[in-house]
């Protein structure tokens, strides 16, 4: 592995480039390449794509956070450059993370002919976190579909394990082509889309696709709006599921009967679960102790120690009662003071809210730079599990 991370290299100019570039030709093996933390100009990624194409066997291509104040008209160039490389290096990568790299809709010009080629036929990871993708999304899904197209038609497959798109503005037209998408691979293990502005409509695409994808072992929609409709398409399609280990359903407003259904749909049948995310989805305290009773029969009287939040909830003046029910058990409600009150103060709260998305959305958005906000979200199943104190899995993507 050559990593760069952090080293806020600044690289304008080809010469700029060209220390990484030399330490980039010289290593002997180089199946892993950092970039992250650094920023590349438009000449300096031509004269690091020329060092790529000494690598064919280059796998892992680690290059969030890499694009600090460029313009987002440069940035698609400087993809080419480096998708590029590794087409005509003919190497086979099976790792792509470009997160935190702000780019927009026209970024995905710059991905799209390697996300269709040989070189990624091999794909298992595919991290495209807030990168605002938008439009885009559908753009990414096309690809991946054209790439799966190709991959057979050349007698390969084409199994992308874990897909990660948080905060890109998806919404529901992105998440119904991500869903075609997800359909047609079928061998998906990780899908993280939270932050997306997927409303009903989209979730329940999603959520059909998943049935089509038996292996998945998380799926992450937090902060999206599923509402009951949602809730209930994914509930249908949770028993066939069986390896599901992480569900964040957080902040997804679901409600009482969404989360209901979700909570009886999850069973003994479940038995790799190990983290459930109800937290912020105006449940009553009838629901929280509805839950809370499922949750020690189903999990806890086996001894299955599935950690399950749910704070942030409307148990109202009931929420000391529901959390005594919760006592000496995995499930955590939170504080009284992080409780949202009663049910019809929280549904007052979010009429008034609803319609200020896509508002705080345009407010956050770049008009000309690229501004990198670093920092991950937890995009995938060990991150996730870590940060709740869960155990930590064994990596399937090899460390060099």
Not at 9 to 27: L, P
Not at 211 to 219: A, D, G, V, Y
Not at 256 to 270: F, K, N, Q, R, T
Not at 394 to 397: C, K, L, M, P, Y
């Given at each position: 592995?050559?990593?760069f991370l952090d080293k806020q290299?600044?690289?304008?100019?080809?010469?700029?480039?060209?220390?990484?570039?030399?330490?980039?030709?010289?290593?002997p093996t180089l199946r892993t390449l950092e970039l992250r933390g650094n920023t590349v100009g438009v000449e300096a990624?031509?004269?690091?794509a020329q060092a790529l194409e000494m690598h064919p066997e280059l796998e892992r291509c680690l290059w969030s956070d890499m694009f600090t104040g460029r313009l987002k008209s440069e940035i698609p160039p400087i993809l080419r450059s480096m998708c590029s490389a590794m087409i005509n290096a003919h190497c086979h990568i099976t790792e792509l993370d470009l997160s935190d790299n702000a780019f927009g809709p026209i970024g995905t010009e710059g991905i799209s002919q390697f996300l269709v080629s040989k070189s990624a036929y091999s794909l298992q990871v595919l991290k495209l976190n807030n990168n605002g993708l938008g439009a885009g999304g559908k753009t990414i899904a096309e690809c991946l579909l054209k790439c799966h197209r190709n991959a057979s038609a050349d007698g390969h497959e084409f199994k992308l394990k874990t897909f990660v798109a948080g905060r890109n503005r998806l919404e529901d037209p992105g998440a119904k082509a991500l869903a075609e998408a997800f359909t047609v691979l079928g061998s998906l293990e990780e899908v993280s889309i939270p932050q997306n502005?997927?409303?009903?409509?989209?979730?329940?695409?999603?959520?059909?696709?998943?049935?089509?994808?038996?292996?998945?072992?998380?799926?992450?929609?937090?902060?999206?709006?599923?509402?009951?409709e949602g809730a209930l398409a994914l509930a249908e399609v949770l028993d066939d599921l069986?390896?599901?280990?992480?569900?964040?359903?957080?902040?997804?407003?679901?409600?009482?009967?969404?989360?209901?259904?979700?909570?009886?749909?999850?069973?003994?049948?479940?038995?790799?679960?190990?983290?459930?995310?109800f937290s912020g989805n105006e449940l009553s305290a009838e629901?929280?102790?509805?839950?809370?009773?499922q949750w020690k029969e189903v999990f806890l009287s086996r001894g299955q120690n599935v950690k399950l939040k749910m704070s942030n909830n409307c148990f109202g003046s009931q929420f000391h009662e529901v959390k005594e029910m919760a006592e000496s058990t995995p499930i955590d409600l939170g504080e009284s003071d992080d409780d949202e009150g009663t049910l019809s103060e929280c549904s007052d709260e979010y009429v008034e809210s609803e319609g200020d998305y896509e508002d705080e959305e345009e407010d956050e958005e770049e008009e000309g730079m690229q501004e990198s906000h670093g920092g991950d979200d937890e995009g995938n199943l060990n991150d996730l599990l870590n940060s709740i104190g869960g155990l930590k899995f064994?990596?399937?993507?090899g460390r060099d």
């Open positions: 592995m050559l990593s290299i600044k690289m304008d100019s080809a010469d700029d480039a060209e220390s990484v570039a030399k330490q980039i030709e010289e290593c990624g031509r004269r690091l502005g997927i409303r009903a409509a989209g979730i329940c695409a999603l959520a059909r696709s998943f049935r089509s994808n038996p292996s998945l072992r998380l799926i992450n929609i937090n902060d999206n709006t599923c509402t009951v069986t390896e599901i280990e992480v569900l964040d359903l957080g902040d997804s407003l679901c409600r009482d009967d969404g989360i209901l259904s979700i909570s009886e749909a999850l069973s003994e049948h479940h038995y790799k679960l190990q983290f459930v995310d629901t929280g102790e509805a839950v809370i009773a064994a990596d399937t993507q």
